[in-house]
């Protein structure tokens, strides 16, 4: 098995580790990759995670990847989007996020690309960024590691805060960690900075440099870890049974 | 008491230059054939406030925006707004670009008559960047926090969508999320609702129904029968999105003049028509997430 183990396994496996030591706190995996870690993440690392079923109730197993028969959902609990802010208000949730442009600060943006006035690329807008990020814990997953998305300077729209605010979070502020198609890093380099913790397989710390706009600090040149056989199984077989996370790098 | 009103005479109820809050969120539950109504108007420079889906894509392409005042504008299963972004690109519109929850807690101050409610959220980001009336207030207590004073989003109507209506304005919202329309009302000098039922108050099931009765009657100024209103927006548990017609809508931003001869200026009852009719839109799934 383990000779066909693909990068969005070993991605979903380091990106699950992120909620580990979180305790009975809500759980939201935005984005296919990250969804299939959170539901990994309370399978393994942490069952007393809450997660959603991707709408508006909280249910006890993690909802597969795909088309799925809803009434075999466990609902145990009610979510809605105010329920939801209630509960980030209170700090009391963990999110892993893709957001198209991160600097340096861990400052993050999802909002425009280009001059405000007249962006080149309109995005979604802020959404929850600026209320997730100062309220609760956040994870990031990046599929495409490049200088397009590890920007030289500051991101072009502030939406979610970074280290250099941190005072002004009341404490709550955090980005746990990064996982990308290259490696996996956090922010407990000097002075919070990015810090590579460990390669993927065929990854180098030349691909990391080359790809990040921005000084990065390396702690590690370990090669990240693989799957276990179990996370293996609970990926392909409970969490994505129809292998949509392959999609994601081609694979 | 009968508060019944026609698509026009909702119009007739607005003018050019108001605030307008549109409830449902994304591609839900949206109040689109009222919002369809305003482009066909002769209505001009508004101010929207809404969770933003294909309701501010319209507008926007019915060139009908001044500003925008929102958090998101997203058809979710297709992420971004296609209409949104052309009239951002070219700097067509005004925005106030807030966090979710700050438009929450600006519509929650309306709500409450109060000026402003204090929040962290906003600190640190370049929404205080691009919107620099937004004001500070510190904390008058020992900690001497300073904090984002969300300014009341204060509404000069709010349009909303539900499921079930009587003539008085006892509505209900029976899906899952009723998302933030009881703010949006509450917000609201005047209200109107578009409902996919209009039945008697006997038919709106006693105190069963009434846990679905988000807002009270008094927050409502007049009610239209629209059945299959919010389409192509979803309405649980009613219908779904209508993602063939979304990804047909969406594509139109590179030219809008086909989508608009098919789709556009029509009564309520020829669009229905014009979309696949009644039976087409109560078979289509409720979408999964």
Not at chain 1, 216 to 240: A, G, K, N, Y
Not at chain 2, 40 to 65: E, W
Not at chain 2, 84 to 112: P, Y
Request: glycine share 8%.
């Amino acid at each position: 098995m383990s000779d066909s183990i693909s990068l969005a396994e070993i991605c979903i496996s380091a990106a699950s580790k992120a909620w580990k030591d979180d305790g009975e706190i809500l759980a939201t995996g935005i984005g296919l990759i990250p969804r299939i870690a959170a539901g990994l993440a309370k399978l393994t690392q942490n069952p007393d995670l809450m997660m959603t079923d991707g709408e508006t109730y909280l249910i006890s197993e993690p909802a597969p990847m795909g088309k799925r028969d809803v009434s075999y959902d466990q609902v145990e609990g009610y979510m809605s989007y105010s329920r939801v802010f209630d509960n980030l208000w209170g700090g009391k949730r963990h999110a892993m996020v893709t957001p198209t442009q991160i600097d340096c600060f861990g400052q993050t943006n999802i909002s425009a690309i280009g001059d405000y006035t007249s962006p080149k690329v309109q995005l979604l807008g802020v959404r929850g960024f600026p209320g997730n990020f100062i309220n609760h814990k956040n994870s990031i997953f990046i599929p495409n590691h490049s200088v397009k998305t590890f920007v030289n300077g500051e991101v072009d729209m502030v939406s979610g805060m970074g280290y250099k605010n941190k005072q002004l979070s009341n404490g709550k502020f955090e980005i746990k960690v990064v996982v990308t198609n290259l490696g996996v890093f956090d922010f407990n380099g000097t002075d919070n900075s990015l810090q590579l913790l460990s390669l993927h397989p065929g990854a180098s710390v030349d691909d990391v440099k080359l790809n990040t706009g921005f000084e990065i600090s390396i702690s590690s040149e370990t090669i990240t870890p693989m799957p276990s056989e179990e996370e293996l199984i609970l990926i392909r077989e409970v969490l994505d049974p129809q292998g949509i996370r392959n999609s994601i790098f081609g694979e | 008491m009968d508060k019944i009103l026609t698509h026009d005479a909702v119009i007739n109820n607005l003018s050019s230059g108001m605030t307008i809050g549109v409830g449902g969120w994304g591609a839900r539950r949206k109040p689109m054939s009222l919002i369809r109504a305003i482009c066909q108007s002769d209505l001009k420079d508004l101010t929207l406030v809404s969770y933003g889906g294909p309701d501010v894509g319209l507008l926007c392409a019915h060139k009908k925006v001044k500003k925008l005042i929102f958090g998101f504008v997203s058809l979710d299963m297709i992420p971004l707004e296609a209409h949104f972004r052309v009239s951002r690109q070219n700097n067509e519109i005004d925005v106030m670009e807030l966090d979710e929850g700050m438009v929450q807690w600006g519509l929650r101050a309306a709500a409450m008559d109060l000026p402003f409610l204090p929040t962290r959220v906003g600190l640190g980001t370049d929404v205080l960047t691009h919107n620099p009336e937004l004001k500070f207030v510190t904390s008058p207590y020992s900690d001497e926090e300073n904090l984002v004073a969300m300014p009341a989003l204060n509404l000069d109507v709010a349009l909303l969508h539900v499921n079930k209506s009587d003539e008085k304005g006892n509505t209900q919202i029976v899906g899952p999320d009723p998302f933030f329309d009881e703010l949006f009302a509450r917000a609201a000098t005047k209200t109107f609702i578009s409902s996919e039922e209009l039945v008697s108050t006997q038919e709106l099931g006693g105190k069963e129904g009434a846990i679905f009765n988000r807002f009270e009657r008094s927050l409502v100024t007049g009610v239209v029968h629209s059945v299959f209103g919010a389409h192509p927006t979803s309405c649980a548990p009613n219908y779904g999105f209508d993602m063939k017609h979304l990804k047909e809508y969406s594509d139109a931003a590179k030219s809008f003049k086909e989508y608009s001869s098919k789709y556009m200026n029509k009564t309520h009852e020829e669009y229905i028509d014009s979309v696949g009719g009644s039976e087409a839109i109560k078979n289509i799934p409720l979408p999964q997430f």
